[in-house]
C-alpha cells in the first residue's frame, strides 16, 4: 500500500494527495470575518470564515486537480475563481454544477459519475448525500435559491486503500449504501452540525459522528468542516471529548498521512 495525504486547511477544504496526485476539495478561500452569517442559519449575527486561512492561497491552488462536492457559498467562492488555473481538471456533481462553474471561465469541467470517472489512473465514484433530511431541508433551499444537493466522492487505484468523502450529508440511508458498497479504509466527514432556524442539523452532528463511527469500526474517520461557519454546533473539542478510538479531529493546516 502507498500513502496518503490528507491537509486539513479550513472548514471542508481539504488537499487529498492520492496516486501521487492532489486533489483540491471544495476551496473557500475568503479571508476571516469577510461573509455574514448565514440568514437560514442560527447565529446568523456571526461572520464567517470565522478563521483565516493557514497558509498562503498560493500554497493551496498548487495542485493537479479540483473537486467541488456542490456549489454552496462555504464552500467555493470569488477568491478561488480567481486564483485557481483556469485549465485545470475541475470536478463537479452534475451538469448544473458544471454550467455554473464553465461560466466561471474553467475550461476542463468534468461531471464524476455514480458509475465511475477515470482520471490519472484513480477512479473516482460519485455518491449521494442528504444535507440534511431532504424532505424538510430541500424545500428551504429552494425558497433561498440555492441547491440542495451535494455529492460525496471515493477515490480509488491498485495499491492505494479506498478513500471516501462523504461530503456534507447526515448519517442517512445513502451513506450506509456507500459504505456498504465501498467498505472504504478512510472517510472523510463535514461534521460541525452545521443547522438551520427550525432546528435541523444539515451536516453530521455528534450523533452523527457516533453512528458511522460505530457502523465502520474498522475504518479511519476524518471529521472535517470544523470550527469556521457561523452555523456550527459541534466543536473539535466536541468530538475529541467523544474519545472514539477511530476518529481523527484535525487541526487546520494539519497533515495526516496514511
Given at each position: ?14 488537499i ?49 486537480a ?10 467555493f ?49 460519485k ?19 440555492m ?9 480509488k ?60 469500526k ?41
Open positions: 500500500m502507498s500513502n496518503i495525504q490528507i491537509h486539513q486547511i479550513r472548514n471542508a477544504t481539504i487529498i494527495t492520492y496516486n501521487n496526485k492532489r486533489f483540491l476539495i471544495d476551496p473557500w478561500l475568503m479571508p476571516k470575518d469577510y461573509m455574514a452569517g448565514f440568514d437560514a442559519g442560527i447565529n446568523s449575527d456571526i461572520r464567517q470564515p470565522r478563521v483565516e486561512l493557514p497558509i498562503p492561497i498560493e500554497k493551496i491552488v498548487d495542485v493537479d479540483v473537486i467541488l462536492t456542490h456549489y454552496h457559498p462555504d464552500h467562492d470569488e477568491f478561488a475563481a480567481k486564483a485557481i488555473n483556469k485549465n485545470l481538471p475541475f470536478f463537479v456533481q452534475s451538469e448544473i454544477d458544471k454550467e455554473i462553474i464553465e461560466k466561471l471561465n474553467f475550461k476542463d469541467v468534468r461531471i464524476i459519475r455514480e458509475n465511475g470517472t477515470n482520471f490519472e489512473g484513480i477512479k473516482l465514484y455518491t449521494n448525500c442528504q444535507h440534511g433530511k431532504r424532505k424538510i431541508i430541500k424545500p428551504i433551499c429552494e425558497q433561498a435559491g441547491p440542495y444537493d451535494a455529492m460525496g466522492v471515493v477515490f487505484s491498485e495499491n492505494y486503500k479506498t478513500l471516501y468523502v462523504a461530503g456534507d450529508t447526515i448519517w442517512c440511508s445513502e451513506v450506509k449504501e456507500a459504505l456498504d458498497k465501498f467498505h472504504p479504509e478512510i472517510i472523510v466527514i463535514n461534521a460541525c452540525g452545521a443547522t438551520v432556524l427550525n432546528g435541523e442539523r444539515i451536516i453530521m452532528n455528534l450523533d452523527d459522528v457516533k453512528e458511522i463511527t460505530s457502523y465502520s474498522n475504518s479511519k474517520i476524518i471529521a472535517s468542516h470544523m470550527d469556521t461557519v457561523s452555523h456550527l454546533t459541534v466543536t473539535r473539542d466536541d468530538i475529541k471529548n467523544l474519545k472514539l478510538e477511530n476518529v481523527i479531529v484535525p487541526d487546520d493546516n494539519e497533515i495526516l498521512v496514511f
